[in-house]
C-alpha cells in the first residue's frame, strides 16, 4: 500500500474507534462548527477554488463542468445551512432495533453502531466533500475523501476547514482527503481490505463498474439509473402528461429521472400527441415504428433502451400489455425507480409488485427517489444494488448493528 | 462464462422472478413436501451416499472427515426435521418495515422482499445442501449450489430429490446445484456479476479470503471466528470458569468457541490454578510469561494470539487493565464474538461499548453466537462484516427491502 495512504487509514481507524462511542451532543457541535467556519472563511474558499476553475478553464473543460466546479458566496452559504440542517436529524447510533429475552434468561439487544470507515471515490462537485464529511459525522462514521483532480484545491480547504473546526470536539482524523496520486489512488483505496469498511464510488458508469469489478472492499453501487415510465391503458390523462413531464424534464441530468417511457397501445393515441406537444421542442424523442405512426420522431434502436441519457432525450415504445411493460423493464432496467400511471389499483398492484427496483411508484414521479423527499434529511446517493440498503442512503443506511448479549453465567447446553 | 453455469443462472433468474411473488403457504408446502421426499428416499440418498464414503476412504481422507461426509438414516432424518422446523418460522417477504406518510400526500412503505439469487460455496457436509436450499426457499431466493467434489453424488440425489419435490408447488429451478467442473466452477460463480445477487463462502479462511479477494458479485462473509473471553479483576470465580470451559470445550471445533482467553492480574493467583485444573488434561494451555509463572504451560507466540484453532488448544494472556485486553481483541478479533466477566456493571458496560465485534457478552458463553440460540430458528451462517447484516444470518437477513410508493398525481416542485 502507499505509505502515505496507509498513514492516513491508520489514522483513520483509531479515528473510527473513538468515532463509535462519541454522543450525539458532540457531532452535532461538530457540525455546527463546520458550518461556521465555512461561512467564516468564505473568501478563502472562493480564493482557493479560484485556482481550479481557472485550471479548468485552461485545460477547456466544457461550461457546464467549470460551474459544476464553481463555488461562489451564496453556494458556500448553502453548503453551510445543509450541514446545518443535519444537526436536528435523529442520530441512528445507538437505536435499539430489536430486544430479544431468552428461555435461559439471555438478553439480547441488537444495537444500531457505525459502519466505521467510509471511502468515497467522486469527482467534480467540491460540495459533495462537505456533504459527506458531515454525513459520515452524524453517522459516527470516518470518511476517507478521494475527489477528483479537478477540484483538488477546493477539497483540500474544505477538508481543512472540516479539521480545524471539529478539531476540539471529535478526533479530526475522521475527515481524510487523499490528495496525492493519480487514479491509481482509488485503486489503492477500493483494495485496502481490512481498512476501509465499505467503498461508495459517485460518479459515471465507468467509474461504478471499475470499482465493482475491481474492488475487494465490499461496495455500495449508487446512481446508476435507466428509470422507466409506464403509462397503462387506464391512465388519467392529466396525471400522465403532468408526471411525464416531471420525471423527464425537471431535472434531466439526475439519476432519478426517467429515460424510457412505455406507453400501452390503447391510450398511445391520446397520451403520444399531448406528449409530442409538451415536449417537442425541449426533447428529442426517440420512439419505435409504431410511435412514429402517431407522431413524428426519429426511429429508436435497442441501444437507446439501454442509455441513461441523463438529457434532454427520451425513448418510446408501445406495448400490448401491462406484461409486455414488465418484461421491457426487468430487461433494461438498472433497479432504480420505475412508475405507472393507471388509475385501475389490480394493475398498479401487479407492477408494483412484479418490479424489482429500489422505488416504485404509482401515480407519481420518479423525481421523489432522493432521501430529502422521503424526509431522510440527507442523502449520500441512491442505492442500486440489494444487500444492505436500497434506494436513497440516509443516516439510519450508513450504519451497521451489533448484537449487546446480557447474561449471569449462562453457558450452551 | 461456462455455457452450462449461464444456463443455470438465466434459468434462476427466471425462477427468482416467480419466488419473488411465492406466498408463504405456498413456499411451506414445498418444504414439507421436501421433508417427505428425503424420509421416502433414505435408502437412495444412503447408496449415493456410500460413493462418495468409498472414493472419500480410497483417497485417504481422515476418519473425522469421512465422518462429516457420512449420511444415515438418523441423520437424514434429523435433516427432514430441520427442514419441517422451517415451516413454522415467520416468512419475513411482505413484511412492512416502515411507513412513510410525506407532506406532499405520498405514502412510502418499506417492504421487505427477497434478494434474488444466493450462490453458495460450501465443503464436505451434504446435509448443507438442503439447509441451504430450504433457507433460501422460505425466504423467497433461489439458491446456486457449488458443493464440494467429495459430495457430489450425496449433493446430486439430494437436490434431485428437492426439485422433484417442489415442482408443483414452485418453480424448479430454484434449487440449481453446480455439479460439474472442478474449481474454476468457484471462480466463474463468484464473477457472475448481473446473475447472482449475492455469494456466501462457507468454509476455510482459505476459501473465504480467495472469494472476497476475486469476486465481483457482493459477498457475504461468515464463519471466521478468533474469539475472546475477558477475565475481569471482578469476575465470579464459578461463572468464568464454567463459561470458559464452555465457550472452549462444549464444542471447540465451531467459529463460536473462544481462542484466547485474557486474565486480569488481579485474579490471574486465583483463576488460573482452576483454569488448569479444569483444562489439563483435555487442552493444550499456551501462555504468556506471566502465566508461565502460575501454572504449567507452553508459551504462547503471537501467531497464536493470530490463530483460530477451532481444537483443543487455548492461548491465555495476563493483562493490567481492562484497556489492555480491549486493545488485544481490537489487534487479533475477527470481529466474530467475544465476552467479559465481571461483576462490576461499568466495566461490563465499558467493554460492550468499546469492542467492534458482531456480538458481544457479559457474562455468558460465546457458544451462544448462534442462529438457534438467538430465536432466529435456522441461519445460514455467522457474518464477522459489518455491511447487510451481522452475526447468525436467519431469515430475516437473508431478505432485502423495496420502496412501494403511493400517489395520486404528485410532481416534484
Redesign the interface.
Known sequence: MNEQLFKQLTQAKQAS?HM??MNTQSKNQALIKIAQALKDHVLEIINENQKDIEHAKASGMSDAMVDRLLLNEDRIVAMADDVLKLVSLDDPVGDIIRE?K?PNG?L?KQVR?P??IFGIIYESRPNVTVDIACLCIKSGNVCVLKGGKEAMHSNRILTKLMREAIKETLPVDCVQLIDYGGREMVDELIHA?GYV??VVPRGGAGLIQHV??NA?V???ETGAGNCHLYIDKEA?L??AI??T???KI?RPSVCNAIETILVHQDIAGTYLPLLYEAFHERVDIRGDSKVQKIIPCQLATLTDYATEYDDYIVAVKIVDSLQEAIEHI?QYSTKHSEAIITENQDTAHMF???I??????????T???DGG???FGAELGIST????A??PLGLFEMT?????????????E
Chains 1, 2 share one sequence.
Do not use: E
Not at 424489482?356 to 414521479?365: E, I, K, L, Q, R
Not at 444494488?385 to 444492505?388: E, I
Not at 451497521?400 to 450452551?412: A, C, E, H, L, M
Open positions: 474507534r463509535m462511542t430479544i431468552r439471555l439480547i453502531v459502519i466505521g481490505y469498511d465499505v465493482v469489478q475487494t465490499p461496495v455500495i388519467d392529466k396525471k403532468d408526471i413531464v416531471n420525471a425537471q426487468y408494483l409488485n412484479s424489482d427496483s429500489a422505488c416504485v411508484y404509482h401515480n407519481a414521479s423525481r421523489f427517489s423527499q422521503f424526509g444494488q440489494k444487500l444492505h436500497r434506494g451497521s448493528y451489533q448484537y449487546k448479549i446480557y447474561g449471569q453465567g449462562q453457558v450452551r
